[in-house]
């Protein structure tokens, strides 16, 4: 792990740089802020370590004062669909239930190196969960905005962690708005803008590469929310990659709801930005996000890595939270997204591309959401 004091932040649409401060979380000029940081990581470095996000310390833009709460890292899975299998990473295994607590540990340490005592997040469940329980962890203040019709699962976890719940009317961007708002005179501890965030999350990448042999997938399926777990991934192969440690990044497919998909239409259109869209009714809340504030970067890594964006229909979402379960794993409909898009990607792949994908979250977060969502299956029993 590192020195905090020595890193920069640097706009990635001006360019202009920042010195490291809890209340920066943009640029002058409206950007997204990215961390200048170089990693040291060798995976000869990983014997006799314990098998947990923090195995990767030299990767890890924090200090030794770690805020945590066991972190493992997931198992990759082969599970079969019909007649293809995926390697799904069980990231609902996390302590809060999802792998947002991969950027959480990370965001909430170097909070907590800072000195910050109170933090705000706006999220539509997981991101929330995660930072309040980290917070809660850290001795830091929360107050966590959520939208209306969030799933009461997530809201009664947040509570239960002691962070303030704040419910905001209209849409996820009315949401961030007010939360942004809040956090003047505190700090905005945002999954999205704080790029710290990212650093948790591409921990997901490393344990992939060293799952596979330290090698890279041919394909990785994530969710195109806010972008996460899709950064998170192209920011850790890529450092993988630089160090040579795996000879390429893998492709990047980005899984959007059909009901709420402004990158699948800007990717289709060759555009740089996404494109403006009013969000539609969808059962996957973690990826409703009409207007995401690192679109742009989403849009680049993923035409880098000769991926694509696809976006699943309502139809899709349920019939793919019918199979999972069927198969004894009980995930939220986010989740189920992601597998319908690793699913339809697979439909048209070779029969040996190795595809990487993740479970992002638990069923349990989503219960009351997802009871009446499955389909009557007829119970059979094996005779003799």
Known sequence: MQDFMRWLLRCSRCGTAYEDSASRWRCDCGGVLDLEFMPSFRPDLLCGRSHDLWQYREALPVGDDIVTLGEPTTPLVPVQFGAGTLLV??????????????????LMTHLRDLGVSCVVEDSSGNAGCAVAAYAARAGIACDIYVPVGTSPAKTAQVEAYGAILHYVPGTREDTASAAQEAA??????SHVYNPWFLHGTKTFAYEVAEDLGWAAP??????????TM???AWIGFSELKQAGVIDRVPRIIAVQAAACAPLVTAFDRNLPDPVGVIAGDTVAEGIAVASPARGAQMLAAVRASGGRFVAVTEHEIRDSLDMCCARGWFVEPT????????????????????????FTGHGLKAAAKIAPMLTHRERTTNAG
Do not use: C, M, W
């Open 184 to 189: 003047v005179g505190s700090t905005y501890a």
């Open 218 to 227: 041919d394909t990785v399926v994530v969710p195109a929310g806010n972008g």
């Open 335 to 358: 989740s189920a997204a992601v597998i319908a898009g690793a699913l339809r990607h697979a439909a048209q792949a070779s029969p040996d591309e190795r595809i990487v994908t993740a």
């Open 89 to 106: 990473k069980q990231e609902q295994l996390f302590p809060t239930g999802s792998y947002k607590d991969r950027g959480a540990a990370i």
């Open 230 to 232: 899709l950064l998170g």
